[in-house]
């Protein structure tokens, strides 16, 4: 259960740093984001506060979602109606905070009042960005049981495309909930690039039964499998047995922000929904449990820092917890009672004997 927390809380605490107050994550340059962080004493004397280090719209959608997660529906389809209703209410709370506008889009098509089709939405061509991504880890952590893989890659699927009604969008949003479910089963993390490349065809499969979209999907799926496969080459961990992933010897902050881009799609380190998670991921291969050096890859980049943060800080905490975390850094932490809350939900939630099926 501590871990759960421990997830739930530090998601929230990568996204307040990446997220600065929107001034880090309008930044280009990981550089100058190290410097001012320098200048302001080094990450161990931050204090973050509400008013200062605020929490982003990610956030707020991760939460909403794990809200949803939690209640005592019968059905997946209950399920859907719930996060219908509080991804509407929700576009409230997200005012002043910069939403995704994919985000916003997306959740313009929900329709609360329709029964049958209130979580239907049309294809988006700019539906492949960051926000199914960022936003799915609490769906990994509800059903984190590998006999609940079934549940997981329909639920993730149905939450990325609420919102994000494109492969490259709610792949992202498997992505993120099947490596939090590696993370609390104990996975090495350098075996779940791997299995998703395994799981990503049950994904397609699922998407084929719901008989949507499929000549739009299709067009677009290659592409981050594509994408995966490339980094996985690049880093030489493709195949079983190969556990010992390469990095550059050079790898400042300049180089760094250099190969995120490359990783991405149109320039901008973590925008869409393939290298959102694979900027966390490789930040968590390169870090293991140093949480200094996880924030200065996943959380002090150029480009889309809090998204990317949200997802790196949550899967530590699920593998890591709070113990290697400076104190000031969540103590007193934006909505952190809450954030311990549903935490402690789905831990409870996922231990349940109840069996959800359609």
């Given at each position: 259960m501590e871990k759960f927390k421990a997830g739930m809380v530090l998601g929230a605490v990568g996204d307040a740093?990446?997220?600065?107050?929107?001034?880090?994550?309008?930044?280009?340059?990981?550089?100058?984001?190290?410097?001012?962080?320098?200048?302001?004493?080094?990450?161990?004397?931050?204090?973050?506060d509400p008013d200062n280090w605020p929490l982003?719209?990610?956030?707020?959608?991760?939460?909403t979602t794990a809200e949803a997660l939690i209640t005592d529906?019968?059905?997946?389809?209950?399920?859907?109606?719930?996060?219908?209703?509080?991804?509407?209410?929700?576009?409230?709370?997200?005012?002043?905070?910069?939403?995704?506008?994919?985000?916003?889009?997306?959740?313009?098509?929900?329709?609360?009042?329709n029964y049958l089709l209130a979580w239907h939405t049309p294809f988006n061509e700019k539906g492949s960005g960051?926000?199914?991504?960022?936003?799915?880890?609490?769906?990994?952590?509800?059903?984190?049981?590998?006999?609940?893989?079934?549940?997981?890659?329909?639920?993730?699927?149905?939450?990325?495309?609420?919102?994000?009604?494109?492969?490259?969008?709610?792949?992202g949003s498997l992505?993120?909930?099947?490596?939090?479910?590696?993370?609390?089963?104990?996975?090495?993390?350098?075996?779940?690039?791997?299995?998703?490349?395994?799981?990503?065809?049950?994904?397609?499969?699922?998407?084929?039964?719901?008989?949507?979209?499929?000549?739009?999907?299709?067009?677009?799926?290659?592409?981050?499998?594509?994408?995966?496969?490339?980094?996985?080459?690049?880093?030489e961990i493709e195949n079983e047995g190969q556990n010992k992933p390469v990095f550059p010897e050079r790898y400042d902050p300049d180089e760094t922000d250099k190969v995120y881009k490359r990783w991405s799609s149109e320039g901008r380190a973590g925008w869409r929904g393939h290298d959102c998670p694979m900027i966390a991921y490789d930040a968590l291969l390169a870090a293991g449990s140093d949480w200094a050096e996880l924030c200065k890859r996943a959380m002090f980049h150029g480009g889309e820092s809090e998204a990317t943060g949200l997802v790196a800080g949550c899967l530590y905490g699920l593998m890591h917890g709070l113990g290697q975390v400076p104190s000031g850094l969540y103590k007193d932490l934006d909505k952190r009672a809450r954030l311990e809350e549903l935490g402690e939900a789905l831990f409870n939630a996922a231990s349940s004997e109840k069996c959800i099926d359609k």
């Open positions: 740093l990446g997220y600065k107050k929107g001034k880090w994550e309008n930044c280009i340059s990981g550089k100058k984001i190290q410097e001012e962080l320098a200048s302001l004493g080094g990450l161990g004397t931050l204090k973050l982003s719209d990610a956030v707020l959608m991760h939460m529906y019968w059905c997946l389809d209950d399920l859907y109606r719930e996060l219908v209703r509080l991804y509407v209410d929700a576009m409230v709370s997200l005012q002043g905070r910069a939403p995704d506008p994919s985000t916003v889009e997306g959740c313009v098509h929900l329709k609360p009042r960051f926000g199914a991504a960022a936003k799915a880890m609490c769906v990994g952590m509800r059903y984190w049981q590998p006999e609940r893989l079934e549940n997981l890659v329909e639920v993730s699927i149905e939450v990325g495309r609420m919102t994000h009604n494109h492969p490259t969008g709610f792949l992505t993120t909930a099947l490596f939090a479910s590696y993370a609390t089963q104990g996975k090495p993390v350098v075996t779940w690039g791997r299995e998703l490349m395994k799981v990503i065809p049950r994904a397609e499969e699922y998407c084929k039964k719901t008989i949507r979209h499929m000549a739009e999907y299709q067009e677009h799926w290659f592409y981050f499998e594509a994408k995966w496969q490339f980094y996985l080459e690049e880093r």
